[in-house]
């Protein structure tokens, strides 16, 4: 009954399916144990009307499946510095990435990522550099010393923001992190630049 009366005071475009009664101390975002969120990019000479507001235009071919090969070399608990829009030397950089795969729906190249949670930018970043990778602007290879280099100015422009959707949070035993990556924060100690407008700036001065 709770649903329907709250769907019945929400705008046409949310929806409650479902109500379940929690603990006081349960929060929607931080009680999550994970999170997923997809990337759509529309993969052809021509823009979508439909689909412009809700997926990124690349006209140039990708391979999904060179994309895939650099998207499998992110799973598992690492730091993810180089992917992040960060300032904070002391801001934890390490996140745990379960799964992370791309595929081909016709036209739209649909990146899919699931993580214990994510660094601000993090998807988007993520999102611009396999683009690159499956433009073959990057070898899949490249995401190794990426991560290791905990320096955003080495990874790929941030995708923009229409591509980006979040799918749904998972609840249940929840990772916490409590250091930062020894790396990450000396870069950031000695005033490496890692913000997106830093890494465009870079991008901007070099050509």
């Not at 998207?71 to 180089?82: N, P, Q, T, V, Y």
Request: charge should be positive; hydrophobic fraction near 35%.
């Amino acid at each position: 009954k709770m649903a329907i009366a709250l769907n019945s005071a929400l705008p046409r475009d949310l929806t409650i399916r479902r109500v379940e009664e929690v603990d006081p101390t349960f929060s929607a975002r931080f009680s999550a144990s994970s999170r997923v969120y997809a990337y759509l990019v529309m993969n052809r000479r021509m823009p979508s009307a439909l689909w412009r507001r809700y997926s990124a235009h690349c006209v140039e071919p990708l391979s999904v499946e060179r994309m895939q090969d650099a998207a499998s070399r992110l799973l598992g608990e690492r730091d993810f510095a180089a992917f992040a829009n960060e300032l904070d030397p002391a801001h934890v950089t390490m996140r745990d990435v379960i799964r992370c795969s791309v595929g081909r729906a016709r036209d739209l190249v649909i990146v899919r990522i699931e993580a214990s949670s994510f660094l601000r930018g993090m998807v988007r970043n993520l999102a611009g550099t396999l683009i690159e990778v499956g433009s073959g602007k990057r070898e899949p290879s490249e995401m190794a010393s990426i991560l290791e280099s905990c320096d955003r100015r080495q990874a790929g422009p941030t995708a923009p923001p229409q591509g980006l959707c979040f799918l749904k949070a998972k609840y249940g035993e929840r990772k916490d992190y409590a250091r930062s990556s020894p790396v990450a924060t000396s870069r950031r100690a000695r005033g490496t630049e890692t913000t997106e407008e830093s890494y465009e700036n870079n991008r901007l001065g070099s050509s």
